[in-house]
């Protein structure tokens, strides 16, 4: 197939690039490079993908440039492009989720329904739409309540996804995301914060009491469920968990088995911080054949693995 896939220098697209590469698709790769963290970290994830024939990469903003010519021909579109972060998502920094997660959703959209003649558009949509459920687990059917900004945008483009598939037949399928680990995370999230600290001997900052629960999902189950909702016929919603829901204080001490003494510094909990996450992932299991097989001690030592090369040390 014909893909293209946003925010492909991103941890997760990139991944799910050289993993349509792979499959023996054909992937023009968008993003526009955001100085949310390095642009040398974003470079290194495009690594292997710049020397793959079937690859190329276009360097453009969503939410501004003329998209016609970046659909022509293209039967899938993952959108992974976003602006990511819960904390940073209050104040002025606003403005940029807007523009990043429900501007750029938009005209991708329209674009698409306009122009495109798309088989399938997968939207990276996040557990953070559901906020501080009461649910738990948590069911596609649950009261969506954010407890964000971020979540308030990931779900506006999610709407947004629903709107143009209801009244357009656009055929949108919407992965909500929970918590995704492995090598290339994001610099900004807890299992990167926590084993940077670790391996460089600092203590590791906890906010709250770290009894807190999330369910982690490891990259190549979130890439695998892009794949099954290219090749299946559902459209709508689903979560997508990793079924290894922990506390991040039992997260701790894995990881301290994993990569050393694990020094914890307590701080206040964070606004728009949720308490617990969970997926039901019967409708993903069901419709997609979705079923994650990654276990947490092996996906976190992937992550302690690349992270110590990333930092140059030897184990
Ligand atoms: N990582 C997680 O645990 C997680 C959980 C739930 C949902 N998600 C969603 O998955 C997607 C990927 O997340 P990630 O962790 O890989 O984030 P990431 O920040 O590593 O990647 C996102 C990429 O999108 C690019 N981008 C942002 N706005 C753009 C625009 N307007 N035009 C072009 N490119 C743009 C950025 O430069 C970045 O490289 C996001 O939509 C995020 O909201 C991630």
Same mark, same amino acid.
């Given at each position: 197939?014909?893909c293209l896939?946003?925010?492909? #220098?991103?941890?997760?697209?990139?991944?799910l690039?050289?993993?349509?590469?792979e499959l023996?698709?054909?992937?023009?790769?968008?993003?526009?490079?955001?100085?949310?963290?390095?642009? $040398?970290l974003? $470079?290194?994830?495009?690594?292997?993908?710049?020397?793959?024939?079937?690859?190329?990469? &276009?360097?453009?903003?969503?939410?501004?440039?003329?998209?016609?010519?970046?659909?022509?021909?293209? $039967?899938?579109?993952?959108h992974? #492009?976003a602006? !990511?972060?819960?904390?940073?998502?209050?104040?002025?920094?606003?403005?940029?989720y807007?523009?990043?997660?429900?501007?750029?959703?938009?005209r991708?959209?329209?674009?698409?329904?306009?122009?495109?003649?798309?088989?399938?558009?997968?939207?990276?949509?996040?557990?953070?739409?559901?906020? %501080?459920?009461?649910?738990?687990?948590?069911?596609?059917?649950?009261?969506?309540?954010?407890?964000?900004?971020?979540?308030?945008?990931?779900?506006?483009?999610?709407?947004?996804? @629903?709107l143009?598939?209801r009244?357009?037949?656009?055929?949108?399928?919407?992965?909500?995301?929970?918590?995704?680990?492995?090598?290339?995370?994001?610099?900004?999230?807890?299992?990167?914060?926590?084993?940077?600290?670790?391996?460089?001997?600092?203590?590791?900052?906890?906010?709250?009491?770290? @009894?807190?629960?999330?369910?982690?999902?490891?990259?190549?189950?979130?890439?695998?469920? %892009?794949?099954?909702?290219? @090749?299946? &016929?559902?459209?709508?919603?689903?979560?997508?968990?990793?079924?290894?829901?922990?506390?991040?204080?039992? #997260?701790?001490?894995?990881?301290? @088995?994993?990569?050393?003494?694990?020094?914890?510094?307590?701080?206040?909990?964070?606004?728009?911080?949720?308490?617990?996450?969970?997926?039901?992932?019967?409708?993903?299991?069901?419709?997609?054949?979705?079923?994650?097989?990654?276990?947490?001690?092996?996906?976190?030592? !992937?992550?302690?693995?690349?992270?110590?090369?990333?930092?140059?040390?030897?184990?």
């Amino acid at each position: 197939m014909r893909c293209l896939v946003t925010g492909v #220098a991103g941890f997760i697209g990139s991944h799910l690039a050289e993993r349509l590469i792979e499959l023996g698709h054909e992937v023009l790769g968008v993003d526009r490079f955001t100085d949310y963290y390095a642009r $040398e970290l974003k $470079e290194g994830n495009l690594g292997r993908l710049r020397g793959e024939p079937q690859f190329s990469l &276009a360097t453009v903003d969503l939410a501004t440039a003329d998209l016609r010519p970046l659909l022509a021909g293209r $039967e899938v579109v993952f959108h992974q #492009a976003a602006q !990511a972060g819960v904390r940073p998502s209050w104040g002025q920094s606003f403005e940029g989720y807007l523009h990043d997660n429900v501007l750029a959703t938009q005209r991708l959209l329209e674009a698409a329904r306009t122009y495109g003649r798309l088989r399938k558009l997968v939207y990276a949509s996040s557990s953070s739409v559901y906020g %501080n459920a009461e649910d738990v687990p948590m069911h596609e059917s649950s009261r969506t309540a954010p407890y964000s900004p971020y979540g308030v945008t990931k779900l506006a483009a999610e709407q947004l996804c @629903e709107l143009y598939r209801r009244n357009f037949g656009l055929p949108t399928i919407s992965l909500r995301y929970f918590t995704v680990y492995g090598p290339r995370q994001r610099p900004d999230m807890a299992f990167h914060r926590f084993i940077s600290a670790v391996l460089k001997g600092e203590p590791v900052r906890v906010h709250g009491d770290g @009894e807190q629960t999330r369910d982690f999902t490891y990259v190549s189950d979130a890439v695998q469920a %892009n794949v099954d909702a290219m @090749e299946g &016929a559902a459209v709508g919603v689903f979560n997508i968990g990793g079924g290894s829901r922990v506390s991040l204080n039992d #997260a701790l001490r894995l990881l301290g @088995e994993l990569a050393g003494p694990v020094r914890v510094e307590r701080g206040e909990p964070q606004a728009g911080d949720v308490r617990h996450t969970l997926a039901n992932t019967a409708a993903a299991r069901a419709a997609l054949r979705y079923a994650p097989r990654m276990p947490l001690r092996e996906g976190l030592a !992937a992550q302690v693995a690349w992270q110590t090369r990333m930092l140059g040390l030897s184990r």
